[in-house]
């Protein structure tokens, strides 16, 4: 398989992809893991997703110009880069596996939940499910780092991480400044973040390991009941590594809490996290 070639990254990224050193990875290290092979391909399909959700949320908040003009000029770049880094990691260690048919199959499926429809009825509350799915993202790469012992994955993991938590910071100013605008209460705020962590635990992964089987495997029908033993198998490693404070303290700060309410709600906002990101 031709390893693919970046497009030239605005000057604004980061890092880019020369600093990611693919040629010292050890692949005789991961070749034969390959829950660490869905986990990355996954991934890979999910990120190089970014540009139709990231033109549907710049649509969204056309009337936000700060806000739009992040999303299209740094945040869906930032996000197409983490998924061509992923790619050519995949490309370099498993070149068998045919990269584009996988995810233009996955594709397929995907960018039908990228709607504006599917998006919290006003900007603020889009902006709260925002810090979920940054939290999500952020939290999967700092344990995939852990996960793995592979320097050149690590150093990939670690880049991508701090990047979602920038991103993270960015959704969540939006936040506060639209938040103020619609005189949200921390009721509905917690029901838009409870919405949508109910909601990212599997679909997106799913959709991506079931195509990722359907290459791997060469037929459509793949069964349901394995593309869920997949995606525990796949959750087992991240549980096992998912740096849980880490997860709760983002989860909490859009809602404002008294330090003292804060430790109150923890251990339940623990429990919850821990029953529906990680099983």
Not at 19 to 36: F, K, W
Not at 191 to 199: Q, S
Not at 250 to 277: N, T
């Given at each position: 398989?031709?390893?693919?070639?970046?497009?030239?990254?605005p000057?604004?990224?980061?890092?880019?992809?020369?600093?990611?050193?693919?040629?010292?990875?050890?692949?005789?290290?991961?070749?034969?893991?390959?829950?660490?092979?869905?986990?990355?391909?996954?991934a890979?399909?999910?990120?190089?997703?970014?540009?139709?959700?990231?033109?549907?949320?710049?649509?969204y908040?056309?009337?936000?110009?700060?806000?739009?003009?992040w999303?299209?000029?740094?945040?869906?770049?930032?996000?197409?880069?983490?998924?061509?880094?992923?790619?050519?990691?995949?490309?370099?260690?498993?070149?068998?596996?045919?990269?584009?048919?996988?995810?233009?199959?996955?594709?397929?499926?995907?960018?039908k939940?990228?709607?504006?429809?599917?998006?919290?009825?006003?900007?603020?509350?889009?902006m709260?499910a925002?810090?979920?799915?940054?939290?999500?993202?952020?939290?999967?790469?700092?344990?995939?780092?852990?996960?793995?012992?592979?320097?050149?994955?690590?150093?990939?993991?670690?880049?991508?991480?701090?990047?979602?938590?920038?991103h993270?910071k960015?959704?969540?100013?939006?936040?506060?400044t639209?938040?103020?605008?619609e005189?949200?209460?921390?009721?509905?705020?917690?029901?838009?973040?409870?919405?949508?962590l109910?909601?990212?635990?599997?679909?997106?992964?799913?959709?991506?390991?079931?195509?990722?089987?359907?290459?791997?495997?060469?037929?459509?029908?793949?069964?349901?009941r394995?593309?869920?033993?997949?995606?525990?198998?796949?959750?087992a490693?991240?549980?096992?590594?998912?740096?849980?404070e880490?997860?709760?303290?983002?989860?909490?700060?859009?809602?404002h809490?008294?330090?003292?309410?804060?430790?109150?709600?923890?251990?339940?906002?623990?429990?919850?996290?821990?029953?529906?990101?990680?099983?």
């Amino acid at each position: 398989m031709t390893v693919p070639q970046p497009a030239p990254p605005p000057a604004e990224l980061s890092w880019s992809l020369a600093d990611i050193d693919y040629a010292s990875i050890d692949i005789a290290s991961v070749r034969d893991n390959r829950t660490l092979f869905y986990l990355l391909t996954a991934a890979s399909f999910i990120e190089s997703g970014s540009d139709t959700y990231a033109s549907n949320l710049s649509t969204y908040f056309a009337d936000v110009p700060d806000a739009a003009a992040w999303l299209a000029q740094h945040w869906e770049s930032e996000e197409l880069q983490h998924g061509l880094a992923l790619r050519r990691y995949v490309a370099h260690v498993w070149p068998e596996f045919d990269w584009q048919r996988g995810y233009d199959r996955f594709f397929a499926e995907y960018s039908k939940t990228c709607s504006i429809d599917n998006f919290e009825p006003s900007q603020a509350l889009e902006m709260a499910a925002r810090c979920v799915v940054e939290t999500g993202t952020a939290t999967y790469y700092r344990a995939l780092e852990q996960a793995s012992a592979e320097p050149v994955l690590r150093d990939l993991s670690r880049r991508i991480a701090n990047d979602e938590v920038r991103h993270y910071k960015y959704f969540f100013r939006y936040f506060n400044t639209l938040r103020e605008r619609e005189q949200l209460g921390r009721r509905k705020v917690f029901v838009a973040l409870a919405r949508r962590l109910l909601e990212i635990k599997n679909e997106d992964a799913e959709i991506a390991l079931r195509n990722v089987l359907r290459i791997e495997q060469g037929r459509e029908d793949v069964a349901e009941r394995e593309v869920r033993a997949l995606n525990s198998r796949c959750s087992a490693v991240v549980r096992r590594h998912l740096p849980i404070e880490m997860t709760v303290r983002m989860l909490l700060r859009p809602l404002h809490l008294h330090a003292r309410f804060e430790d109150l709600v923890r251990r339940p906002i623990v429990a919850m996290v821990s029953r529906v990101m990680l099983y």
